[in-house]
Nanobody
Framework: VQLQASGGGLVQAGGSLRLSCTAS????????MGWFRRTPGREREFVAT????????KYADSVRGRFTISRDNAKNTVYLQMNSLKSEDTALYYC??????????????????WGQGTLVTVSS
């Protein structure tokens, strides 16, 4: 399984970005998917997760109400819509897949495949 993340960039505080993560593999519809982020000097942290049906979604407290995770199984793609961005959202964002169980997962140890990361920079 290969995960290709895209959509990062430079945006002003208060702005929006949409990240995309496209997966290879014919069984994407069965994958639980997640987004994580890492800032320099900090551990990678959970951002959002979505179940294989798209009905189960969970968010980190720091992004709830501002970020929305969704998926299009016909396109093998999961999205992260990020609104009302803050400088503290600046990070390298990673998508991840659990190809064994299609539920939603909070811990990075629950994921067995990772994308390469896409950089989001929010200027204040």
């Amino acid at each position: 399984v290969q995960l290709q993340a895209s959509g990062g960039g430079l945006v002003q505080a208060g702005g929006s970005l949409r990240l995309s993560c496209t997966a290879s593999g014919r069984t994407f519809t069965s994958y639980g998917m997640g987004w994580f982020r890492r800032t320099p000097g900090r551990e990678r942290e959970f951002v959002a997760t979505i179940s294989w049906t798209g009905t189960g979604k969970k968010y980190a407290d720091s992004v709830r109400g501002r970020f929305t995770i969704s998926r299009d199984n016909a396109k093998n793609t999961v999205y992260l819509q990020m609104n009302s961005l803050k400088s503290e959202d600046t990070a390298l964002y990673y998508c991840a897949a659990n190809t064994v169980y299609g539920s939603y997962w909070y811990s990075e140890t629950d994921y067995n495949y990772w994308g390469q990361g896409t950089l989001v920079t929010v200027s204040s």
